[in-house]
């Protein structure tokens, strides 16, 4: 049987890497825009959630493919920072700024929180899934942590570097994909929503036809 056939709609690699290695030995197959020749177009992410621009970014793409279309919106939350950066993570402190800069601004701004529980923070993603510019449904993963100290770690990306992962003791940047990808919010967000995905025959049907 083949597999089906999924687009996930990022302009981000990192993510389009995580989320192919999810599906690995899966009847599901990612490609990304890149594939598909999407790669020039574009959509504003305006919505006031993550939902809402995750909503916002499947349906876009999928009038532009007979595929299915999944796309994510995600960030990091962070509690004594009223929840900053939360859905304005990729733009949070200027789009041209690095996340290795980013993540020292926001270590400079946390320095007077001395106590680990004072740090308190988590990556939200809601994972959504249209066809033909149509949502057929959206699911949410969470992790929650830590802002470290300091930077720690090369792995990842974004703000991996100073999400603290207590179970581990390690930030996300020190983790090998394999362990995140067993319990980070964008696998808790996917492997639901690549569970639902599975029970709905109007997208099946078309692996075990094809
Ligand atoms: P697309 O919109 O094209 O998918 P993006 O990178 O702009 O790509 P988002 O709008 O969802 O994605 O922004 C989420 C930002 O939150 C992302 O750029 C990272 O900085 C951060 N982020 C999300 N998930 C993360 C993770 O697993 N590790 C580190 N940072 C993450």
Redesign the pocket.
Known sequence: MSKLKILFA???QN?VKEVQKLVENDEIEILSLKDLKLDNLDVE?NGKTFED?AKI?AEFFSKHTDLPVI??????VIDALNGEPGVY??RYLGETLS?KDKCKIILEKMKELKSIKDRSAR?V?VACLAKNGKIILCKEGRVEGYISFELRGEK?????PI?FYPQLNMT?AEMPLEEKNKI???FKAFKSLFEEIKKLPELTREVSNS
């Open positions: 990022t302009g981000n993510k992410e621009n970014k796309a994510d919106d995600s960030g990091l993570s990729a996340f990556f993603c990842g990306f974004g703000y991996d999400f996300f980070s919010h964008r």
